[in-house]
């Protein structure tokens, strides 16, 4: 939504690749959880924390899940970079700034008060 909002002129050409790269890390994640829970519920019944047949196969699905929390280490820093565009971006409903002529030089004004 963010990106959407900011001039075209603000936009780094490079983010949409990463936000790209991000989204499929996203999607894989969301597979592998649910691989992950399938596969937990297919352990044996005596299968827990700490057993051999429960800690390997934890292992496996964390082996699975590297390259696509690396994807996140190496580019989600590109979400602060939007949000931070988006928040200095100008307001496309604010009124330009107008600007006030400054007062001569040695002139007083009195303000009433």
């Known amino acids: ?3 959407t909002r900011i001039p075209p002129s603000s936009v780094q050409g490079h983010w949409g690749y990463r936000l790209g ?4 890390a996203l999607d894989q994640l969301d597979a592998l959880h649910e691989q992950w829970l ?3 519920a297919g352990l044996p019944a005596d299968a827990a924390l700490g057993t051999p047949a429960f ?16 994807d996140w280490a190496t580019h ?8 931070s565009a988006a928040r200095h971006a100008p307001s496309p409903l604010a009124p330009p700034p107008r600007t006030t002529p400054a007062p001569a030089s040695g002139r007083t004004i009195e303000v009433r008060r």
């Open 21 to 24: 790269i991000l989204h499929t």
């Open 1 to 3: 939504m963010q990106l």
């Open 38 to 40: 399938l596969t937990r």
């Open 76 to 83: 989600g820093h590109i979400i602060g970079d939007i949000s």
């Open 55 to 70: 800690d390997d196969a934890l292992a496996d699905h964390h082996a699975e899940c590297w390259s696509y929390l690396d």
